[in-house]
């Protein structure tokens, strides 16, 4: 049985404490009586993971087995996640090839002839062909790429079908293959808890003006928080979207989740607690530090997105959605969760090297606050692990460093938008249809490699959350004028951090280190 | 016990290939070509494929792989091969050769031999042939006469377990567009019963163009199609037709299932338990 997640006060006997900085890593001690939050260690891995995958499928949950779906001369398509899940990309086999290997064995069993993968991008960008390839595998990859496998196009005016309206006004689109399809079979990694379930095809398969029912302001405000999907309106809202997609197409769900094992071993000092780490962690850890400050960022870059995250497969289910998605949310919890007690008055946080929406490119300023503040903050169940006006300390290199292939709107949004504003009411307000509509945004989006041209929107909407809840925000080791334009403080040491979060706390202030990655989920009673 | 290192080379080498499932009922390897030595036997004895094997795998795959970035689809159909096959390909420049062997698998590329032009290679510069069939196993093809000993020659490669590579159209295409294909090549595939893998090439007159002998980068795509089997009683010409056919589609893209095999046929060629049961 692995150990579970602990919540270790700071003595004079601990270690320092890891803190992610970007591409690069940092120990830094804190004040005797802060908290540490460890997230448990990875459960161990399915012995047979196709076996279980083939049980799923034949033994579904409230669903017919899928042979019994599959036949002769019908159109199906399947549908699977991008590259923003899990992260880091998982070494191969991704669970995706695992999983469509054995379904495309059953269509081809049944004689299925008319069938297309399509990758669910939703507003991301599109997958080159290397990455398609590394998440489907070279058997998938080799047989129907290009012409049936493909990427989805979210604003192919073509390929794209209004679906209808939900009962709360919420209009729902939807690939024009897989609506049109006899069955959609949707193969899932849920990495948290807010992955999965309906959100799957209402935003991976949606455009534009169905996935904006949701990534809106208003309703990621009432997300508290979206990695508990009960009291998350972006959930409810992508339920009720689902809901009507079910009664368009006959849809087969499967989920997978793996364990939280993010890091290869040769960077095993980052999967491990501190008081864990043998002379060879602490020499890993010297080396990488070392190397880390000296090399260049593009090389540093390189050699951090090269690392590929031995993830075991640690469940898999298959049948209607709500019911799969339901088992699922209890496997990715028991991996993630750990019991807090009360809130403190600041939280620290090392951004490290990777989010969703960077893969093989450098974290720009939004995106660290996307990231920072979005997802990392947003990893609690019931209440937040920093109180109401409490402060957050992130720590990361915050530098003006942007992607133009997969981010040319986000150079414009922090260019023009938050030169004006970094309030997210009026920047949803003011810039966010501008920049959805752009003719040339579009072009990039669909030909070359960019996220949508609202994007950075969403990524900034991301984080409104926390901006409303947090009394400041502070970014150790950030470039000044970058972190200035953010709207937020810098600090070069985490002693001056916690000096200033004090101006706005009070003097001897209660903290807690949220030790991430490994993710964890903290469930603050 | 004999003293026999060519034998122990040979079994370490075909012992030895790892990360690939071993050919176990792959046909035996056949003793070289037995005299006339016209065909250049000696390319085929255990030294020359040892050495070629090291100048594909050091040299001419990496140097392929650099000038031309090739793009292969459907190497899988190759892992079907149960017997001798004929491999047929368009034909526009002197890269061509190296780019389809580098599009073989392994298992495959080690036992085809290719046809190259008798008058060509072998008459005109006797020694610069050699070298091109210790490189990549060429032997000499009539295109002037004496067809009955070509096919004759031919055949017996075929029976003796080796692939044959041909370029159907006879010699390099003089502006890119793919000629007729001669009938040979259905009458060997017919006299054998061997199954014909069509291929296709584009890119090769870019990296060398007919009359340059330096070669340039330049983008490289190989597309394999299904095998084709003559049927029962087809004549050679229909089939020669039918192959020709096979390779234009390849040429126009997307190609089409009945070229290329429909997605299950596919992916039932890809399978690991296939290759296992084979």
Redesign the interface.
Known sequence: MSRPGAVVEIDRTMPPVLFHHGEGVRLERLPVGSRVIYGPDPLPGLPHPQRAIRRALSHPIEDDPLPSLLRAGMKLTIAVDDLSLPLPPMAAPDVRQLVLQEV??L??EA???D?HLIIATGLHRRMTADEIRHAVGD?VF???Y???LYNHDAEDPEGNVHIGVTEKGEEVTLNRRAAESDLVIYVNLTLVPMDGGHKSMATGLASYRGIRQHHNVKTLLGSRSYMHPPDSDLHHSCIRQGQLIEDAVRVFHIETTVNNHSFPSIANFMQKRETDWTASDQAAFLAVKQVTDLAPTHIKRQVFHSMRAPYALTSVRAGQVDAVHEKTLESVREQLTVEVEGQTDIVTIGVPYIGPYNVFAPMNPVLVVCTGLGYLFNLYRGRPVVREGGVAILSHPCRYEFDSVQHPSYIDFYDEVLADTTDPHQIEQRYEERFATDPWYRQLFRKSHAYHGVHPFYAWYWAAHAMQHLGDVIIVGGDRDTVHRLGFKCATRLEDALEMAEQTVGRHPSISHLRLPPLLLADVR | MSFDPLGDLEQVRRGFRWGETRPSTWAPAAPAVPEPATDLAWARTEPALTARKLIQRGVSMPFTELMARPHV????WLDQLDRSAIIVSNHVSHADTQLLLYALTDRVRERTVVSAADDYWYQEHPWVGRMVSLWLNTFPFSRTGKPQTVLANSGMFLQSGWHLLIYAEGTRSPDGRMGPFRPGVGYLATQNRAPVVPIHLRGTDRIMARGRSIPMPAPARVRIGKPLVAAPKEDYRAFTRRIEDAVRTLAQG?PDDAVRG???E???A?SPGARGRR
């Open positions: 495309l064995e269509a081809a004689g299925v002839e069938v058997r080799s047989t129907f290009p012409e049936r | 689809s459907g190497r899988e997307p429909t997605w299950v596919r992916w039932r890809s």
